[in-house]
């Protein structure tokens, strides 16, 4: 698709200033013809603040990641009629309310990655059947209602999480044979946050390269989501992960703002408000978030569960971690340092090899040391 920036006109821009109007980002009732609709100042910061808040790359620009994000943004659930079709499927923030409200009721919708196919038909159909409904497969008003009546009175199995702890329980304490895929955020022409000569795309590409080589030593079969100056959208990163059958996928970033004081490591995992959260990815980002704080020192920003795409369409555990903030002189001139660098790797690969550790042995969080690795490192 064309991008989208400021200075441009047009039924374009009109699209995206209606969605961000009723997404509440941006007040006002725009242009009447369609074809005077500008993409103005105040549009850009309203596209920075939605890209911000839904974990895509912050440039105020609207490429086919942000496009697809407003556009599946703008369904609240009851907004349309819902159902399954084979050729062009259904996507947007609905289906994900949908999903979360069955799993929460114990329907195994899968992953609620927002996308309506099968099994989220499968699991409203068997729903519809046990609440009396008529059993299409489809949610309309009288399935909608009957949903929200339920409340949040009825909460059961949530089968995903279940799956994921007991996969995770089968799997073992040695991490030889696992995959893990490591996501350095960014990279080709999108460099991410820039700073005092550092760009995020090259501080995390390093840091990615960094702890591929510790994981391969110990016997992790590690996958890059990307080369060193390519750019992959989010949903491509997903794809590729879920196409690897990966154990663990971490995505890698740095944050910046506008104030150089902010500063620290924030994590992230897949959670919304409610009861629906990927508890084991809760337990790898407390992990490695932990690790790093304690190990680097560093301000510590909190772990924070998110619905973003990337942790959406991931199929195993998933981490975000924005490790500083390169607009902090004092986090970009740790970022910068080689040594840090090699602290960062140590406490991912640390707490990674936590995740298999049964209870009892699991060590204080800032204290473990990794045995040699296969190349006696
Ligand atoms: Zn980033």
């Not at 550092?198 to 030593?217: F, H, I, P």
């Not at 016997?219 to 690897?244: F, K």
Request: glycine share 12%.
């Amino acid at each position: 698709m064309q991008l989208i920036r400021r200075g441009d006109t047009g039924p374009a821009v009109a699209e995206v200033r209606g969605a961000l109007n009723a997404l509440g980002m941006l007040a006002d009732a725009g242009s009447a013809d369609p074809a005077d609709a500008l993409f103005d100042g105040r549009c850009e910061l309203a596209v920075r603040q939605f890209q911000q808040c839904r974990g895509l790359s912050v440039d105020g620009i609207v490429g086919p990641d942000t496009y697809r994000a407003i556009t599946e943004a703008r369904w609240h659930l009851g907004d349309r009629l819902l159902h399954y079709s084979a050729g062009r499927p259904i996507i947007g923030d609905d289906i994900a309310s949908l999903q979360e409200r069955l799993l929460e009721l114990g329907y195994d919708a899968g992953f609620a990655d927002g996308v309506f196919g099968q099994r989220t038909e499968a699991a409203l159909r068997q729903f519809q059947r046990d609440y009396g409904l008529v059993v299409d497969g489809q949610c309309g008003p009288t399935t909608f209602r009957a949903l929200q009546r339920l409340g949040r009175k009825v909460v059961g199995g949530r089968p995903q999480i279940l799956r994921e702890a007991m996969a995770m329980a089968a799997a073992g304490p040695h991490l030889m044979d696992k995959r893990v895929v490591i996501d350095p955020g960014h990279g080709g022409d999108d460099p991410g946050v820039r700073a005092g000569g550092l760009t995020e795309a090259a501080v995390v590409w390093d840091l990615a390269a960094r702890l591929e080589g510790r994981l391969a030593a110990h016997g992790v079969t590690p996958y890059l989501s990307r080369g060193p100056d390519v750019a992959r959208t989010n949903a491509e990163r997903a794809e590729m992960g879920n196409a690897t059958g990966a154990d663990m996928f971490l995505s890698l970033h740095v944050d910046g703002h506008p104030n150089p004081l902010a500063s620290g490591i924030a994590t992230y995992h897949y959670g919304t408000g409610s009861a629906v959260t990927s508890t084991i990815g809760e337990k790898l980002a407390g992990l490695v978030h932990r690790e790093l704080v304690a190990r680097t020192g560093m301000r510590d920003c909190r772990i924070h569960g998110k619905t973003w795409q990337l942790l959406r369409w991931t199929r195993m555990p998933t981490v975000w971690v924005d490790l500083g903030y390169l607009t902090n002189p004092e986090d970009r001139s740790r970022l910068a340092d080689p040594a840090f660098r090699d602290i960062v790797a140590d406490g991912v690969l640390v707490a990674i090899q936590r995740m298999y550790f049964p209870e009892e042995l699991d060590p204080p969080t800032g204290s473990y040391r990794m045995p040699a690795g296969l190349d006696g490192q």
